[in-house]
DNA sequence: CTCGTAATGCGACTTGAGTCGCATTACGAT
DNA sequence: ATCGTAATGCGACTCAAGTCGCATTACGAG
């Protein structure tokens, strides 16, 4: 089992030619870009510190990444496949606000926050890193989902009703304070946008069916 | 009248010591960074070339805007003063649905939307750019949220009503995919925010005597 | 009109980012 | 075990950002 006699290729090298040297060199790479981006926030991430930490040397990042936008951009598809933890409490808003608390939690605590933060606003500079972001937050919208679904089965909310865009709804206040408007972010502001995207949820506003939502 | 004869100081000098031309020079450097901002986009953005088009000298910039940082916060400060257009249709939902077409056209529209893109994306990365754009769009807040207020006179909302808070929740789901998540932008994604915000209004979800807004 | 002072102009200098050509190493296959 | 190839290591080079000391200019006061 553990020799392969035969021609045919293995199933463990998914990258085309290159052996597992390269492979071995992104992930150091990876990891010396979040210790990096971690410790001297975005400004002040050097291609050159990522180097002389993962080990490499600095051409060979700037041949395979091209420069600090590739990094990110790959730290942050990397952390796009970390999966978050879900609520399944059996009530919509209650899924939302545990949610929208987690958010919270997590970026209103330096030490937990700190590498997420520098990531996203690392992230927003260039296209690829907008790119990885768009992915990321696609990802987590698509995974994030499932608690408006659950609810859609429930029929708490009517059929169709786009659980992404719930989801949004939700969290879009909380982003936009950290990083659009810079402003405080507090619990009561987190539980009050999951109650928000809860209340217009079930009012049928993310549902497509409602053509012009005259409810004037 | 014209005529100053007495020692007092005269209204018109608003600067400690220095004379108009340093006046001059700063609204010369803002007008070139606006101008500069749009054309090449945050990234691309020199000093010297702000001077080259201001006709000033590299080191006065550095000297008194300190970077492109202190260049990017003076000129949205600039911004912040100018008004917006603020609707009054006499129905919240309305206003709102005015406020985040109007969001919604401007950033939509490359023509228009290349400069406070720019601008705003270049504000989130120093110090310096995000307190300049907390107070811009504090300066924002405060000035629609005269819709939420004229919504509590007329008894639309219950009294108390966080009138800025309203106006965040209307246009944060827009921002958000701006600046954050990177994803597209639609009219209809405008329309949906601002009626969620006008539902979440109704229900008293932004006013400060809802305790605990159990509503479930 | 003259003068003192603050702001600006000017150019050289330092520093770090990013690039390039070539030598060397490691992987994969025969 | 040997070899061809792709990836990496290496150092020098270019270039733009940012700093500094000094000369010059413009403003305001008497």
Same mark, same amino acid.
């Given at each position: 089992m553990t020799e392969a006699t035969h021609p045919a290729p293995e199933p /463990?090298?998914?990258?085309? /030619?290159?052996?597992g040297r390269s492979a071995r060199v992104r992930a150091e790479v990876v990891s010396a870009t979040l210790a990096e981006v971690t410790e001297?926030?975005?400004?002040?991430?050097?291609v050159e510190a990522v180097a002389t930490r993962a080990g490499v040397h600095k051409a060979t990042l700037y041949r395979r990444w091209g420069g600090v936008d590739g990094l990110v951009a790959d730290a942050l598809a990397t952390s796009a496949d970390q999966p978050w933890p879900l609520p399944d409490t059996g009530d919509l808003q209650q899924d939302l606000r545990r949610i929208t608390q987690e958010v919270f939690s997590v970026f209103a605590d330096p030490e937990r926050g700190r590498t997420p933060i520098a990531l996203i606003s690392a992230a927003q500079r260039s296209d690829a890193g907008a790119a990885a972001l768009r992915a990321f937050f696609a990802a987590r919208h698509h995974q994030a989902a499932e608690v408006a679904e659950r609810a859609v089965a429930r029929g708490e909310l009517p059929a169709g009703t786009d659980g992404a865009e719930v989801v949004r709804a939700a969290t879009a206040p909380l982003y936009y304070r950290l990083f659009v408007s810079g402003e405080p972010l507090d619990a009561r502001t987190a539980e009050r946008a999951a109650d928000a995207a809860a209340l217009a949820a079930r009012a049928g506003l993310f549902a497509p069916t409602t053509t012009t939502t005259e409810q004037n």
């Open positions: /463990r090298t998914p990258t085309p /030619r290159p052996g001297k926030g975005y400004d002040g991430l050097s």
